[in-house]
């Protein structure tokens, strides 16, 4: 959620007028829809990178707002905790060599970050959660100074009732109670966005659902969250957990959870807004002046600010996008399940993954979403997310295997193939998905190096666990700042 809001209080009022004020504007959008009104034709990709700030030790420093002012670039933005920064790049025609040029550009502004961040004594840093983190770096005080995040906090914790709940039962477990939503910060992501024509998107977007597993397994992060080692990739239930509005008594009525893998497949983008609408009150119920009906009948378009606002106070693994670009609108699939780094080469092969897979997915033949349930996807979604590349994953036609198996044998094949669709240069095609072809046959993840390491460093070493946590911090940063692939760094 990036609008920036000023401190307000909300009446029954506000929010009675916000609820009809979004149900116009999903009225408006099903009209653009039925009109033809949206952009087609031009396929464009777009990546947003989460960092950490941290000091000389590996740990978390409140310092985004100097850091940002250092960098004076509007492509880089604060995020939920003083300790977060946030780079969006500009969109990209996915064809040729998008990856190797999106690659340069990413490390080029990273580097940037990294000396600007040099000159206050700190580093940017790429990981899904920074091992050194403790109590003391999420807690309120620490919040980014923007209302809006104040604003939200206190919006969370007054729909819950109560404190929020933080229970991961990993290979350690996890228990304790958080009074904000810092917590949420420590989860650092990498968002991939992808436009697609109205009559696509619930291909893409089931495609995107059913290849979410495969994502998290190959691309797990974020092994370890206030000293204990969890799950794989422990971002999953730390979002999921950080930003519950629900009570105890809510989740075992089956109320809806605001981060959210989904219920069902899906036949419209529509179905995704009506349930925005259906399931969910909202948060922040701040009602513009914009009057979308009038817009249309005069041949504008609306930009639907309420509805785009809602939808972003619900945080789907895989969320539906309106906006409106150079006068035009159109609609966008968000993937937001993967963690941030380890490089950026990581994180661009990643991508390339990704973009192959969902192409591939999108125009099987019967739909991914005819062969897979969407439970069996789910399952595989948080096995994942626990196991990371070691899970077992279920797939149509091959069973229940070893997540490194299904993408060696099943997905990069499909993958390869959607590149291809996309027109991607092949030896870019090659050396991205090469990456990942070579973690799945190494079972070497970032989350599997961060354990190994920390493993040698503090069961068969002499470090104590905070400051073998520190070490290996150390060695991922070394590794991180050589934008080598993961699968090549050094093992102790």
Known sequence: MGREIDEVRFTRED????????????????????????????????????????????????????????IESEDFQTELAQFNIEFNLA??????????????????????????????GAHVAMVGIIPTLKNLHVTIQNMSASPRYHLLNEQVLEARGEDLLLEIEGTERLSLHASSIVMEAAATSVQLHLQVTPDGFADVWNAAQAASAAQVAVGANSPFLLGKELWRETRIALFQQTIDTRSEELT?????????????????????????????PALLPLVDEEDP??????????????????????????RPIYAVARGKPHL???SRVLPAGPTMVDTVANAAFYYGLVRALAELDPPIHKQ?????????????AREGITAELFWPGVGTVP??????????????????????????????????EQRALKRRTGANWQVETFRSLYDDGDL????????????????????????TWDLP
């Open 15 to 70: 929010r009675q007028r916000y609820r009809e004020k979004v149900k116009r504007d999903l009225a408006v959008l099903r009209r653009m829809l039925a009109d033809d009104r949206f952009e087609r034709g031009r396929k464009l990709i777009g990546v947003e990178v989460e960092f950490y700030v941290v000091d000389g030790e590996g740990a978390p420093t409140m310092m985004n707002a100097e850091l940002l002012e250092r």
């Open 91 to 120: 969109p990209h025609k996915i064809i040729g060599t998008v990856f190797r040029e999106i690659e340069e550009e990413l490390q080029t502004s990273f580097e940037h970050a990294d000396r600007r961040a040099e000159e206050l």
């Open 252 to 280: 075992a009525q089956g109320v809806r959870p605001r981060v959210w893998f989904g219920e069902k497949w899906i036949k419209d983008v529509t179905d995704l807004f009506d349930e925005n609408v259906r399931y969910f």
């Open 293 to 318: 009906e009038a817009i249309m009948e005069s041949g504008g378009i609306p930009h639907l600010p309420e509805l785009v606002l809602h939808n972003g106070t619900i945080w789907r693994w895989n």
């Open 332 to 334: 966008r699939v968000e």
């Open 372 to 384: 897979l349930s969407f439970v069996a996807a789910q399952d595989n979604f948080f096995s994942a």
């Open 403 to 436: 997540a490194s198996e299904l993408i060696l044998r099943t997905l990069l094949p499909l993958a390869h193939t959607g590149l291809d669709a996309w027109g991607i240069d092949p030896l870019d095609r090659d050396r991205y998905l090469g990456i990942i």
């Open 464 to 487: 104590e666990r905070d400051d073998a946590l520190v070490e290996m911090t150390r060695r991922y940063l070394e590794g991180m700042r050589s934008n080598e692939p993961v699968h």
